[in-house]
């Protein structure tokens, strides 16, 4: 296709709109989410547009569409109403159009990563936060790796530094971030207990987590155990009693825990952390996940090599997208929710 006539290289189409769930006001999953059919994103030139095949939904996902804890809509995203119509940011699918810039991608590469508005047939992207999708993965499997591998790898890797024989804790073993957590950590050759409730315990032993403890029979400190490295993925618990089980050089990565508050929704926990650790020997520290192509590589090789595998608990059509972020909210799965288109 001769691109000096064309600001894009795309598949033959003549399809101009597509089916997507929109909002247009903050609020919960079933009172503002409403399939609509609008038209395609507009690419730039250093951008692609994807077919969407899936989109996983992760946690960050409930905070842009009810816009809480409210510094949420200071960052951009909308003071009183979502400035975009379209959530969802992890995505697997191929590449429909490039950019006249792009080089890296090409039509109809088979791609995972971030998204912009991924929970709609097409979306928009940058190459430079999509990589081609693991061999060994299903469009589905892919889509539920980006946001919350990308989270567990910069947290065991970066954060904690986690080696091998460390004594890793992981808090939250059992959702999107903490399955990834325990199987990163383990590929490292570390020593790994997760920590989960009652009916998620078998689902964390399969990820090879060395020990499991039920939270709700047993406390984080009985029988003295300390570890090199702590991931507090969910809970609130205390920094009190989180270095309480740390070893005296050890490291705290505050991953999540959130309190439902409206204005800090539990990041003043992590606040303190930051604050503390220059006056302690422990190191207390948080993370922002960036999301980066070789990242991405570093988990496609995790993953074709079998040592990290993504666990999906449910999947739902596009058209039950505000049910699957409602299960995804209430605490009830295990590793991953995906919607497949």
């Not at 940011?89 to 810039?101: D, H, I, K, S």
Request: proline share 5%; net charge positive; charged share 20%.
């Amino acid at each position: 296709m001769n691109t000096s006539t064309m600001t894009t290289r795309q598949r033959t189409t003549d399809r101009t709109t597509m089916q997507a769930i929109t909002q247009d006001r903050y609020g919960e999953a079933e009172d503002v989410l409403r399939p609509e059919e609008i038209l395609r994103p507009a690419i730039g030139d250093e951008e692609v547009l994807l077919s969407v095949h899936a989109a996983g939904v992760d946690r960050g996902v409930w905070h842009l569409m009810t816009g809480l804890p409210y510094p949420v809509r200071l960052a951009g995203y909308g003071i009183r109403a979502p400035k975009t119509p379209v959530r969802g940011r992890e995505v697997a699918g191929r590449v429909e159009a490039t950019g006249a810039a792009v080089t890296t991608l090409h039509v109809g590469d088979e791609v995972f990563g971030i998204a912009d508005g991924s929970f709609a047939e097409y979306a928009s992207a940058r190459p430079d936060k999509l990589a081609p999708k693991p061999a060994n993965l299903t469009f589905a499997q892919a889509a539920a790796v980006p946001v919350s591998a990308l989270t567990a790898l910069q947290a065991v890797r970066d954060r904690g530094h986690v080696q091998a024989g460390n004594r890793v804790l992981v808090i939250g073993a059992s959702g999107g971030v903490g399955t990834f957590a325990v199987q990163i950590a383990k590929a490292a050759d570390a020593e790994v207990t997760g920590v989960c409730r009652t009916a998620k315990v078998d689902t964390v032993r399969s990820l090879g987590a060395d020990h499991v403890i039920d939270y709700t029979r047993e406390d984080i400190a009985a029988g003295g155990r300390r570890y090199d490295v702590i991931l507090d993925i969910g809970g609130n618990r205390p920094l009190k009693h989180l270095r309480s089980v740390l070893t005296p050089r050890g490291t705290l990565v505050i991953v999540g825990g959130e309190t439902g508050g409206r204005w800090l929704a539990g990041s003043d926990r992590q606040l303190r952390a930051l604050l503390l650790s220059p006056f302690t020997s422990q190191t207390l520290t948080t993370l922002i996940c960036s999301e980066n192509t070789p990242d991405l590589l570093a988990l496609t090789r995790l993953i074709e090599s079998g040592q990290v595998r993504p666990v999906i608990d449910r999947t739902y059509p596009l058209s039950q997208t505000p049910a699957a972020i409602q299960y995804m909210r209430d605490g009830r799965a295990r590793g991953k929710v995906v919607i497949n288109l």
